[in-house]
């Protein structure tokens, strides 16, 4: 499952949102190729929107669009409007996935969402995000806590760890040893896979056989810097995560992993499974 980041805000943008990535997922596709048919015209809708706003439809680091928005629940608005008007199902044949990457956002204990002018300490962030997966069918969260604040880790775990899948990226840093401390003390339910973060693909595939052992999802993953190599899409099919996190339908080195895994997807022919909502444990 494609998880494409259409808005880009906090570091990979020079915008106003806060929270850093607003990615769909087409988990209600048949195959991977039409999973980015989805992904491309819910994209071209969501810059039909921006522009019916007289928002920009400049992109981020990620191939995102990354306008100036009233608040960081707007994104979310016009992301809904964008995939219904692309025809789709917000909640069926669509999801929403979050990148909160809180630790640039977060200062002395206490979560500063500058854009709304509005401070949160760890409790209230557990409540912020359980508020929005109530309004919205959001289905991932990714880094909603600081690396550091554990504590709010295990708060948001016991709140939603049973409804939607929690991946952590800066918590765990793609390391088998922490992800084995999260695992002991019940920390989010899912990693996320950057191979050139580790270093070597031993560790890489200790950390995905580790997760799935531990009945945690784990998704690959590109870099915010990136190129087109495609070899971490290979690796998503090798090691079976299920789900890729590689940028937009925009700019090349994003676009070249959907490519080669459509080209996969070809050359496996029917032995190809798409994992669509088998993905995810709650769907």
Do not use: C
Request: zero cysteines; a negative charge; proline letters at 2%.
């Amino acid at each position: 499952v494609p998880m494409m980041n259409i808005i880009n805000g906090g570091s990979h943008a020079d915008n106003s949102v806060d929270l850093q990535e607003f990615m769909i997922l087409p988990v209600g596709a048949p195959n991977f190729r039409e999973a980015i048919r989805y992904g491309a015209e819910v994209f071209h809708n969501l810059a039909k929107v921006l522009k019916s706003k007289g928002l920009a439809t400049t992109v981020g680091d990620e191939g995102g669009f990354a306008p100036n928005l009233s608040s960081n629940e707007e994104a979310i608005s016009v992301i809904l409007q964008a995939i219904e008007q692309a025809g789709y199902k917000p909640g069926k044949d669509i999801y929403l996935g979050l990148d909160a990457a809180a630790s640039e956002y977060y200062h002395d204990g206490i979560y500063d969402l500058a854009s709304e002018s509005k401070t949160y300490s760890s409790a209230q962030m557990a409540d912020f995000f359980v508020d929005w997966v109530n309004r919205y069918p959001i289905i991932s969260i990714e880094d909603g806590f600081d690396e550091n604040d554990w504590d709010g880790w295990e708060l948001m775990t016991e709140k939603l760890g049973g409804r939607i899948q929690l991946v952590g990226d800066d918590l765990f840093v793609t390391n088998p040893a922490i992800l084995k401390k999260g695992i002991e003390r019940n920390i989010a339910n899912s990693i996320l896979i950057k191979v050139n973060q580790i270093g070597t693909l031993t560790e890489t595939f200790a950390a995905v056989d580790m997760a799935h052992k531990a009945g945690y999802t784990a998704v690959m993953s590109h870099r915010s810097g990136e190129t087109e190599d495609t070899t971490i899409a290979d690796l998503a099919v090798a090691t079976g995560t299920g789900q890729i996190k590689t940028g937009s339908l925009s700019r090349s080195d994003r676009v070249a992993k959907y490519n080669r895994l459509m080209k996969i997807e070809e050359e496996l022919g029917s032995a190809a499974k798409y994992a669509g909502r088998s993905a995810f444990k709650m769907l």
